[in-house]
């Protein structure tokens, strides 16, 4: 919109928290706000939450928060939160109700697809909520196991199995087998977990499981992972390639590993027709390789 474009001194919306009427305090100068606030440092204490470009139930969402992250809120109102997630640079509106002004450095990220909160250190008592990957927890303690063999990590008076955290210190090793984990996920537009996750949310929660913070969009993540590789291969497990609107993971050097609409869902198909789809069919080019340095 022209408009945006006027007060936005052609900056990404998605990444630069200002509105004509507000702005962050260190874009004073850099876009034509009315005003300039610090933020308020804000923690989720929901299992997700979403976050929209509008205070509007009714609109999509561009991505989503998970427990234990951090957000900037610049602005409340309506019980709507405006701010920025910094894990990524996000910029948008979730429900106030879904934050804590009670902020902690987390110790722990789930470290499996999906993990369960039980009211008792109980598998057989039911499930109250789940968590997903990359949630970030600080237990209040870790019970060792029961007769039933789980030992349990105590969460605000909840638990879950010990064995589905790591850490935050110690990183997966192979972000290709974090992702691989999602194989037949439902495909879902905005989505970061096994309920549901799209093309770039793969690869963003494979990486920051991997202790890897990545941006959130396709092609923001085209320009900023890694190094460039050659677009004719040969590629490599690990190569991230790139259409208009589109990225998957290369898990050998023939089989892309892809959240995509095409199927609905988490697929690994061979490279070759994934390209005579996207690229002969929708003449969509092959845009970008990425590839992480070697560790």
């Known amino acids: 919109m022209a408009e945006d474009a006027d007060f936005l001194r052609g900056a990404d919306r998605r990444l630069t928290p200002a509105r004509p009427d507000l702005a962050a305090a260190h874009l004073d100068g850099a876009v034509n706000s009315a005003r300039f606030a610090e933020a308020t440092r804000m923690q989720v204490k929901a299992a997700i ?28 109102a309506e019980g709507w939160a405006w701010g920025q997630a910094p894990r990524d640079g996000y910029v948008g509106y979730v429900p106030m109700a879904a934050l804590s002004a009670e902020v902690s450095e987390p110790s722990h990220a789930v470290a499996v697809p999906t993990t369960h909160l039980y009211p008792k250190p109980s ?12 949630s970030l927890v600080t237990p209040d303690a870790i019970h060792p196991a029961n007769s039933e063999g789980v030992a349990f990590a105590e969460v605000a008076g909840l638990f879950l199995p010990a064995g589905h955290l790591e850490p935050v210190a110690k990183p997966a ?92 869902q988490v697929m690994a198909e061979p490279l070759a027709e994934t390209r005579a789809r996207i690229e002969g069919t929708l003449g969509l080019p092959l845009s970008a390789v990425r590839r992480l340095p070697a560790s």
Not at 57 to 73: A, C, K, Q, R
Not at 188 to 211: E, F, H, N, P, Y
Not at 222 to 241: C, K, V
């Open 49 to 76: 939450i979403p976050l929209r470009p509008a205070p509007d139930t009714n609109i999509g969402v561009d991505t989503v928060l998970l427990y234990g992250e951090p957000f900037d809120v610049y602005d409340s």
């Open 173 to 264: 090793a192979d972000f290709v087998a974090v992702a691989e984990t999602f194989l037949h996920a439902p495909y879902v537009w905005g989505g970061k977990t096994a309920a549901g996750i799209d093309c770039s949310g793969l690869v963003q929660v494979a990486l920051s499981r991997s202790g890897v913070d990545v941006m959130r969009d396709s092609d923001m993540q085209s320009t900023t992972i890694g190094q460039e590789a050659g677009h004719d291969g040969p590629f490599a497990r690990g190569d991230m390639l790139f259409w208009p609107g589109h990225v998957g993971i290369m898990s050998d050097e023939a089989t892309l590993l892809h959240a995509t609409a095409y199927s609905m």
């Open 123 to 134: 598998m057989k008592t039911e499930p109250v909520a789940a968590l997903w990957m990359t």
